[in-house]
């Protein structure tokens, strides 16, 4: 009889811990995702003055973020636009990410390991059924963020 006691006080002791844990664990992660995605929102906000030849400048700025199919704490977010403005989407990328990173540089944001250009534009499509523009943009401010964006690449060169 003291023997299933105490089995059962482990057992209950056991899930007590693992819960606790659990709930460290999220708080962390929803403190990372809090103090990620404002200055991504930040730097967004200020792509979108600097290029109005892109950006409608009335549209307001939010993000979600992208879904967590690489692992927890990928600090990957999605802008949506309902029309965006460019001759070439390669190029709008590319100055899109340079802005990002000059914002980065003038508010002295600095990621993973002392990274200068600490966003990357990761995914920028629009969708057939309601042709809105999809924008992922990745602020690289931990080991699997990193991780995130080399995979991304790699799947890129391959398409």
Not at 104 to 126: E, R
Not at 128 to 147: A, C, G, M, P, S
């Amino acid at each position: 009889m003291i023997f299933i006691i105490t089995m059962l006080g482990l057992v209950l002791v056991s899930i007590i811990i693992s819960v606790i844990r659990r709930h460290a664990a999220q708080t962390t992660t929803n403190q990372l995702i809090m103090s990620s995605q404002l200055p991504t929102n930040q730097a967004m906000r200020y792509a979108q003055v600097t290029l109005p030849e892109l950006f409608d400048q009335s549209q307001p700025i939010s993000s979600t973020l992208v879904a967590n199919v690489w692992g927890h704490g990928v600090m990957a977010f999605e802008f949506v636009f309902d029309d965006l403005r460019m001759a070439n989407q390669v190029t709008a990328m590319t100055e899109l990410e340079v802005t990002l990173n000059q914002f980065a540089t003038q508010n002295n944001l600095i990621g993973y390991q002392g990274l200068v250009k600490p966003f990357k534009v990761t995914d920028f499509w629009q969708a057939l059924d309601d042709h809105k523009w999809h924008i992922d943009i990745t602020y690289i401010v931990n080991q699997v963020t990193l991780e995130y964006t080399h995979d991304i690449e790699k799947l890129n060169t391959r398409a």
